[in-house]
Each structure stands twice: as C-alpha cells, then as structure tokens.
C-alpha cells in the first residue's frame, strides 16, 4: 500500500475531531431502539435480522441518533456474517449484498438528515451551527463469538480448536466487502480477546484495506478483556495497526471507563473513544438485563467530562444506551470550550 494513502488514512480522525471542535459524539444502544419500535430481534442475527425484516427501522434508528446530535453512525452489522446468514437460508450472494446495504442504509439516513436539517425542519438543538455538522460511518464488525451466540463474545473464551487463523478466515470476506462499502471507517466492535484484535490487524494488512479502523475492547474489570489478557496489551495490538485510528472501549460499565482511559492515554496518541453500557448488567442466563445499583443514565452523563479530561475524545454509548442519552452528552460536549486549540493527537 502507497505511504500516500497511509497518510490519509492516518489523518482521517485527526482532521474529523478538529472539524468536530476538538470532541464527537457516537450514536447509542441499536439493539434496544429497534425493539422499542416493535422489532422483534429474539434471534441468533439479533439486531442484523431488521436488514432483512426491518431496513425501515434501522434507518428510523440511524434518524433518532443523528437528530439527537451524533456524529458518527455505526451500522446495523454487528451481527451480520455472512455464516450467519447462510445459516438461516440465505445465499452466500443474498448475504454479502446484505452486508453491503447495511451501509447503504446508514448512508441514505445521512442523507435524509442533512436534506431536512437544510430544509429547516429538525426541532432540535444539537444538530450544528453554521455549517453542515460532519457525520461519518461506521461499519460494525462484531466478534467471532457475536456470531456464536453463545455468550462467548462476553467471556472471550472460544476453545483450544480456535487459532487466529481460525478468526481471520471467519472474517475476511466480511472485512473486505465492508472495506469496500462505501464506509468511513470499520468499526471492530466488543473485541474480547487479545487474539482476535491480532486477527484484525493482520487482516487489515494482508488484505491491504485502505480504510481506516477503529478497534474497541470491552472489560468487565476495568483492568483485562472478558478472556483475561490485559487491555493495555490488547490495545499495542491496535496502536501498532497503520489503520487504527482510534482505539477505545465499548460495551462495559461506566464505571470502569475513567481508569481504562488513563491507561489508554499512556500507552497511545491516537485518539480515544469511549461508549459504555447504560449501567444494567446483562444476565445471559435469563437473558435479560438488570439494574446495576449507584449507576444510572444521569450518571453516565455526568461522567463525560471526567472521560473528556482524562483524555478521551470520542463519546456514546452501547446497550440500553437511548438518543436521550446521546443528545445529553452532545449537550454536556456543546457546552465546554472547543478543545480544537489543543494539540492534537498523533503529531
């Protein structure tokens, strides 16, 4: 690959931020808005069987998160693989082309956005001042044990049979028919293991994608992954990836993201991004989710300016996370002083 398109592919959240006024916001919990409006999503593709059901709730979706301030939209992939697909009786085709129109979608919500925010009919107070606001998209690639559906994607532990070649050729085809979406940038989402983040990043170079990455990992400690590597480890994984751009934390209890961030903060330049869980604690074996006390929505928000100093540059939110709470953190970002005048990361 050209230095050439390594420089821009390096420079695209740097560039993007400094747009954004120093900080982003990233959209909320998918998964739960769909079923709030009337999708059934009791399945093994979870929110990617709306690509095929319901493509109208996931824009509605994509809709609700822009009007309540987002800057980056991740699409409706997390779940979808082609495997998966396949499985449930669809053709190899019918799924790569699903894949693909998970973007589309993303990409037309955008554009329906920007024509009505022109038009003058959103009634909202986040959606941008005097210029177009910048939005980008992200395409989802959820875990190898999203697609298990077995709750591995929340312990990391995917038995002795599963080599990082095992996950990079679970992967691939999907990395590349995303890759070549039309995206912004891949989203590698949930990252449990140290192992699969390896996966990534080898994929992203022998497969020469020239877009850019962002790779999240997700803590049930504040200290290790679910599989028990340490996150800093995982996260060298990620720094020394060309592509990555960002590296974060998602899917993980608010309460652990400050001291995940300063651990972060010391180990990269690359900027940060952060969207944590509402708080409630899933319960795999019932499969259901449980209030977790002393935390709530009002106190995800009020700690966004404790991640925002700790060094993060990125915020939103992960499962049970709603637009109202994406539009208070869009509120609590708009009322701090742009940050476009400190030095930017990566320089």
Not at 97 to 126: C, H, P, Q
Request: net charge negative; with cysteine; aromatic share 10%.
């Amino acid at each position: 690959m050209g230095s050439f398109v390594k420089e821009e592919t390096s420079s695209l959240m740097t560039d993007f931020l400094e747009k954004c006024g120093g900080y982003a916001v990233v959209d909320g919990g998918f998964a739960t808005e769909l079923q709030r409006h009337g999708a059934d999503i009791n399945d093994r593709l979870w929110s990617a069987k709306c690509l095929i059901t319901s493509p109208h709730l996931v824009t509605k979706v994509h809709l609700d998160y822009l009007e309540s301030g987002a800057n980056i939209i991740i699409t409706a992939s997390y779940q979808a693989t082609i495997q998966g697909f396949v499985a449930k009786g669809l053709s190899v085709g019918e799924a790569e082309n699903l894949l693909r129109r998970s973007v589309e979608i993303t990409y037309e919500a955008r554009e329906i956005f920007y024509n009505r925010w022109t038009k003058g009919s959103w009634d909202f107070a986040y959606a941008g001042k005097a210029s177009r606001r910048p939005i980008l998209v992200a395409a989802s690639v959820g875990s190898y044990g999203a697609y298990l559906a077995d709750g591995s994607e929340y312990s990391g532990i995917y038995g002795d049979s599963v080599s990082k070649e095992t996950l990079k050729d679970f992967h691939r085809r999907r990395v590349q028919i995303l890759a070549k979406s039309g995206a912004d940038l891949i989203a590698f989402e949930t990252i449990p293991n140290k192992l699969e983040a390896e996966a990534y990043a080898d994929l992203l170079e022998e497969e020469d994608i020239d877009i850019p990455a962002w790779f999240s990992f997700t803590s049930k400690d504040g200290v290790s992954v679910p599989r028990g590597d340490s996150v800093v480890e995982c996260a060298k994984v990620a720094d020394s990836c060309k592509n990555v751009v960002a590296i974060g934390i998602n899917c993980t209890a608010p309460r652990y993201i400050h001291a995940l961030i300063i651990s972060l903060r010391q180990m990269t330049r690359k900027p940060i991004v952060v969207y944590p869980n509402s708080g409630e604690v899933y319960d795999g074996l019932n499969k259901k989710w449980i209030k977790s006390e002393g935390e709530s929505e009002e106190d995800f928000v009020s700690y966004v300016s404790k991640w925002r100093d700790a060094g993060a540059s990125l915020f939103g939110g992960c499962c049970r996370t709603t637009p109202n709470t994406i539009r208070a953190i869009a509120k609590v970002l708009s009322d701090e002083p742009s940050a476009a005048s400190k030095p930017k990361f990566g320089q």
